[in-house]
């Protein structure tokens, strides 16, 4: 007789820090480095019970990025698995020489003697209000460092299957999130396993156009998709849900199917996720395309305090509706 894990709907806040107690009661050497992981009140309340059960494993740093990334990469070396919240994303420039030039690096230039399981834990994107040195999407210029594995979830369930398996694996990982994803509500299945990095998945089904998408986008995308339903073209999308390792073979499966493309990404438009993309995909994929690629991310500025002109910048429903709507005429 088989039993189901029953599902309960959640908020993709309380599916993290599910996450992080079932991860720290799992791993007596995981250990938590900042405590902000879910912004500000009334959302931190709940992480109280993570400073609870863990008091020794659950502790606040001066804020010093650079400092705090070397530490918790040489814990990462020395045996722990530090999960370290960086807090906004733009905070890890400060980071990046520990970062990228050491816990990318370890393990290849040790011949394999070295390990750096550490999570680096980013909120990206524009927030409303956070302006230029707090509305960064850095995941392109992390992605251009090999050694690194990128993983952004869109759903409550993906969060918690996603920051398992990152928790579990032997490389250093930038966990990016979005505070715009804390209140979406969704399935989660009590326990819930690990999701394996490097799967994308299809969130919705369609015939006409494949649009990919990552993080908040994934969500942005499926509201257009909702409201072009039955009167506009039928929109697959697939959620990366990784970057690194990343699902080639999801995407291309995809468009081969649809025959079009439109990538929507928040990072900026040059040289970031949506223009690698579309890269692979005209580098792999060309002879699928029935017509051009085409990218809808926030315009090469950086970003502005005012909300009209961050209004003005960043990627909107409408924004994504248009060019489904000019790939398929």
């Given amino acids: 007789m088989t039993t ?18 079932e991860i ?11 405590s902000f992981f879910l912004g500000l009140s009334p959302r931190r309340v709940l992480l109280e019970a993570l400073k609870k059960e863990f008091p020794a494993r659950v502790f606040d740093p001066p804020i010093s990025e650079a400092a705090n990334c070397g530490l918790a990469v040489g814990a990462a070396m020395a045996g722990l698995r530090p999960i370290l919240d960086l807090t906004t994303a733009s905070f890890i420039f400060h980071g990046f020489p520990q970062v990228v030039n050491e816990a990318a690096n370890a393990h290849y230039m040790t011949g394999g003697q070295v390990r750096v399981p550490v999570i680096f834990h980013l909120l990206h994107g524009i927030r409303g209000g956070g302006a230029a040195q707090h509305s960064h999407s850095p995941q ?14 869109s759903t409550p369930r993906d969060v918690k299957g996603l920051l398992k398996a990152a928790a579990a694996s032997e490389n250093p990982t930038v966990f990016v999130d979005h505070v715009k994803l804390f209140e ?10 690990p999701i394996a990095l490097g799967s994308a998945e299809v969130k919705r089904r369609g015939k006409d156009v494949t649009v990919v998408a990552t993080s908040l986008m994934v969500q942005r995308v499926l ?18 849900r990784t970057l690194v390792p990343l699902d080639r073979g999801t995407v291309l499966e995809s468009v081969r199917k649809t025959g079009r493309l439109v990538v929507v990404d928040e990072c900026h438009r040059s040289c970031g996720v949506a223009a690698e993309i579309a890269a692979i995909v005209a580098d792999e994929g060309f002879g699928f395309l029935k ?8 315009l090469d500025v950086p970003v502005p305090f005012s909300r009209p002109l961050e209004e003005y910048i960043e990627v909107s429903k409408k924004k994504v509706i248009d060019a489904v709507l000019e790939v398929t005429r």
């Fill in 223 to 240: 509201e257009a998709a909702d409201e072009l339903a039955g009167s506009g073209p039928d929109i697959e999308i697939v959620d990366l």
């Fill in 140 to 153: 392109a210029m992390l992605w251009n460092t090999p050694g690194l594995l990128i993983v952004l979830p």
């Fill in 291 to 298: 017509a051009p690629i085409k990218r809808v991310t926030t």
């Fill in 184 to 193: 979406v509500k969704g399935l989660v299945a009590e326990g819930g396993a």
């Fill in 24 to 34: 720290m009661r799992e791993d007596d050497r995981v250990c938590l480095i900042g």
């Fill in 4 to 21: 189901t894990t029953p599902a309960r709907e959640i908020t993709y806040a309380e599916a993290k820090v599910e996450a992080l107690l």
